[in-house]
């Protein structure tokens, strides 16, 4: 569909003009997106990682998770647009500093012994 | 910079470069989402909504508020990508909804009695 | 009432009626915790912070707030169950440890400049 | 060691200690909450469940998975101080609704089929 920009710009009218800018201070929502992240996690938390892979598959409960993500979404959405946050080079230079600190080969040996130690992505 | 779709296949890549496919589960991903949603709430804790709103002028400080933004948009971005969802389409799909169950003339109404019934966004 | 090794027990017995220890992994328990705490966060989310010091003055609210707390009680208790955690002395070792890493002087004069840098108690 | 009071009473102290009370709010003390939750799954979230049953068998992950679980309590303790919450009271009637609301035959046929229907314990 459409650009990051135009969904930040859609959430923002949304919420104007339902009046609720005093609501959205970044407090508030980093706990709307952590209490949308909440029902994420309970829709997988009694599935194996296995199951969990599948979850999709299932269009009822497929649909749930998409749901979830999708408040997980806006709210981030919100949450970078209040901080004046440009969440993809945000997350590009972020990237960019894992790249130094997870080399490829001391990553790929270290994944085998030790996965706490090796935070994959970030 | 880019879009998110190319967010998606740097980040795709940067996992698989490193081996990490086999980790990167829905459920555990959606952990991994929540423990850097984690990191951002502390981030914000201890501040007063109306400092929360400023918290980007103190560089030190925004600076770590930016890159909490960045782990919680590369972790969702990733767990999108295993699923198979767009984050975009379900963001547009999930306001869509929300603009049907929270009218603008009931959700302006019901903002100043009751802000906890009246969950903005979504 | 009780005290915190009789509700141990009360919600071991209560998992094993329900064949539901299966299902009680650490990893599985951990993520049911997140989820309750999400669940508790969405009830002060919009609220100040001067609200959420009289959330349990109203009837209705209170009771869903401490429904909340409660849950995240019981799946804490299960998980330290599980993990054979003996969770008051594992508080309280912390405590201890916090005490020589936050002393009294120090933390108290940091209080009023530096809120983020002075996680209280832990 | 002691009782959940005394551990109340500790943590109470503490914080008056290092004139902590004002950060204190319910709001604030939930995301702190959520923060160290956070922490706790970031020692899970790439372990399968089978290595997540067996982590307190590793000393070193062990005692970082203790000292979460440790400031979860804390923070849990804390939170309910401040709200008047009976935390023992409040986990026990949780737990006796949970009781009506799953009862123990349909629970237990349920478990096969419908994992995520069935939320364990509460």
Chains 1, 2, 3, 4 share one sequence.
Do not use: C
């Not at 005093?22 to 706990?31: E, I, Q, S």
């Not at 199951?51 to 409960?61: F, G, L």
């Not at 590009?92 to 490829?104: E, F, G, I």
């Amino acid at each position: 569909m459409e650009t990051i920009e135009e969904l930040t710009g859609r959430v923002r009218a949304f919420a104007a003009e339902r009046d609720w800018q005093p609501f959205h201070t970044p407090k508030n929502l980093a706990m709307a997106l952590a209490g949308e992240v909440g029902e994420l996690l309970a829709e997988l938390q009694w599935l194996t990682p296995e199951e969990s892979a599948r979850v999709m598959a299932d269009p009822e409960h497929g649909a749930r998770v998409r749901a979830e993500i999708a408040d997980v979404t806006i709210y981030l959405v919100r949450l970078a647009d209040v901080l004046g946050v440009d969440l993809l080079a945000a997350a590009a230079d972020k990237l960019a500093d894992s790249a130094v600190r997870y080399p490829v080969e001391r990553a790929r040996g270290s994944a085998a012994k030790a996965p706490r130690d090796q935070p994959p992505v970030t």
